[in-house]
Every structure is written in structure tokens, then in C-alpha cells.
């Protein structure tokens, strides 16, 4: 397993990379986010999906089953730990405020594993003003997976563009009152895996869904 160090600079050196689009809306786009190791070790964590279940175009419809890299996953797995130690660490955090023009100091690191399947969709939203920042990170590499990618809406409504899917690929933005987002209801052929990566502010209540409960960010 890569240990935190290494995974922090090697995501620091793709987000240095990374290409950013300013329509509809700032969103950056990455390749090879995380070193592959950490990815197949991510494969390796004994999660299965949950039961197919109408999520009526939230996530939240589904609290019960949704997993994160918690306190409890850290200690359980050394995948979860070495990456949530390399989302706290300063190069990762200064690496993100340079790059999107934010400050993390005072958040709190937030990573939630997605097992997606048949059956799932998510409404048009944009993220609740608490999260401060917001990354998507494709973990899939089945046939058909490359039709996955997150539908990304301009100010009007209109589907603008769907992000390109692809193992290890991420995107990036700011949530703000713009930042219109979701997934329209297609076939998925398979598990479409996906890491959810936030930094929150203090005001969030769920504390078991944070990976580091009582640090935030320096």
C-alpha cells in the first residue's frame, strides 16, 4: 500500500495538471488522481453494493447504506487511513487552495465510497453551502463504463456537458449557487464505483462520516 506521503504528491503533481473549464461554471478535470496502487487496494475494501433501491434522485434518500471513510474505517483499513492522511495533509490542502482560489483552513475532510447501480440517478442540484469544496473520483473500468460521468447543468437548466468517466479520472468545483450537477437515469451495466471527496465546514453535524472528527484543517 502507498503510504500518505506519496499519494499527497502524487495528487498534488495531477492537480498541477489538471485542466480547468470556466463553463458553465469553474470545474477542473483530472488524470491518474491517485497513484493505481491505491486505487486497486481501494478494490480490494470488502464493500458490496447496497440492495437496489429507488433513490429518488438524492443520495440522502439512502443514508443508511452509504459508506465513508470514517474514524472507525481508518483504524480497519490501511487503504482508508493512507488516504485520508494524504487529503489532510498540508501539500494536498495548499495544493487545492492555490490551484481553486480557496481556503480549507477550519474544514473538515469528509470521503464517501459510491457503489452505484442499475437503477440510480441524481437529480439536478447544487451542494449544500456547507461543503466547500467537491471531488468526484471514477474508480469503474467495466465496458460501457465510460457513459457514466457526471451530467454537469448550466444556470438554465440545459444539460451542458457529462464529464468524461474513466478509472482514476476526477473532477473538481467549488460548490456555489451555479454549480449544477447530477446523473440522469441510464443503464449501468456493473458497479459504477466512485470516491466523493469534501472538505466541510464546522457547522457539519454528521460526525461519523468524517474522516478526522476532531482535527480539521490546518
Known sequence: MVDAQAIAGHFARSLQGSQC??????HWLLDAALPEAVCAAIDALPYTPPPSADTLGRRETNNS???????AERVRYPACHQLAAAMQSQRVTNAIETCCGII?????????????TDGFWLAPHTDIGV???TMLIYLSD??????????????????????????????IFIPGADTWHG???????????????????????ARHELAFPDRVVG
Not at 467495466?142 to 478509472?167: C, F, H, M, N, Q
Open 21 to 26: 473549464d470556466p463553463s458553465p461554471y469553474r
Open 65 to 71: 447504506t452509504r459508506e465513508f471513510f470514517g474514524a
Open 104 to 116: 480549507l483552513r477550519g474544514t473538515s475532510l469528509r470521503i464517501e465510497y459510491c457503489l452505484d
Open 131 to 133: 461543503k466547500r469544496f
Open 142 to 171: 467495466e465496458p460501457g463504463s465510460e457513459d457514466w460521468g457526471t451530467d454537469i447543468y448550466a444556470a438554465d437548466g440545459l444539460l451542458a456537458t457529462v464529464t468524461p468517466y474513466r478509472r482514476n479520472g476526477a473532477l
Open 183 to 205: 446523473f440522469h437515469r441510464r443503464p449501468i451495466d456493473g458497479v459504477r464505483r466512485s470516491l466523493i471527496v469534501n472538505y466541510v465546514g464546522p457547522e457539519w453535524r
